[in-house]
């Protein structure tokens, strides 16, 4: 096992997408070494790491090795498959190491996740990213929480900002979750609520009132729906971890559930990169696309 008192000089990133690529260059500015392995990534994930300056290894089991922690940073669908593919590395390769599960996921997840690593050699932290990839001197928020919490601590101000919420496995996603629920759940509410409105012929009227009386939302609405091709399918699932979240403690998992499929629709509708500068062009496309039959 992984001494919980070693000082990290080596990070693994899992995978190099946006968030990732962007806290893997953030931490080498910080004079940390990076790696990576884009095994079967796609050239994107390739150019990004390339220009970020994070250094591809060969295989899982050579990135364990190397690693003196690893941050998982992908869509939910992948995260507990992943981290079992970190496991099965570390048993093959008899190293031991620590992964920092930076994912939207539900805390039944990610203590599901401790579970499958029993015995691995690896040593699970739980971890819950608030904001955006580092930029311009500013980076993201990380929740982390579990035993090995203060290893993924060292990185606090090496381009993200780390906060300890305690020993448990899933008090830090469970932040993540509540989080994004206010976030990512009002940007689908406000789109639902635009195609509604566009559907019920009121669209034009509906929009002069939030210019006068929520001039704010509809600005927030505005900028929502330019982000949407790019992020929608990645939302998918973090709302649908969200209403598992809900439902486990009894809180209705239906708003959730909902958001997932409006992201849905704008995935089906919309090309990445597409073009939504113009607000009333975006919903009218949206509420034909999908209209029901």
Known sequence: MKELSMTVKTVGILSPGE??????????DSGLSV????????????????????????????????????????VPARARGVAAAVGEA?????????L???NA?????????ETDLDGSGVTLVDGGIVGGPPRNGQGPRVYASGAAAAVLGQLDGCGIDVVDVGPEIGKASAVKMCYAAMT????????????AARRLDVYDDLIAEMEDSQAA??????????????????WIGE??????????VGVTPDFHSGAAQVFREVDATFERDADLSDLADAVNRLAETNEPA
């Open 217 to 234: 939302a509809l600005g927030a609405a505005t900028q929502g729906m330019r982000r949407l091709p790019n992020v929608a399918y990645r």
């Open 90 to 98: 570390a048993r093959a390769v008899g190293a031991s190491t620590i």
């Open 100 to 102: 920092a599960d930076c």
């Open 239 to 248: 709302m649908e971890e969200i209403a598992s979240t809900f439902a486990h």
């Open 184 to 195: 990512k759940g009002t940007t689908a509410l406000r789109t639902a609520l635009l195609v």
């Open 105 to 113: 996921i539900a805390p039944q997840t990610v203590q599901a996740m």
């Open 19 to 28: 968030m990732g690529a962007g806290v893997g260059g953030a931490l080498r």
């Open 35 to 74: 790696l990576t392995c884009l095994s079967g990534r796609s050239s994107a994930s390739r150019e990004r790491a390339q220009a970020a300056g994070i250094e591809d290894v060969p295989d899982l089991g050579t990135l364990v090795q190397r690693s003196d922690l690893i941050l998982s940073i992908l």
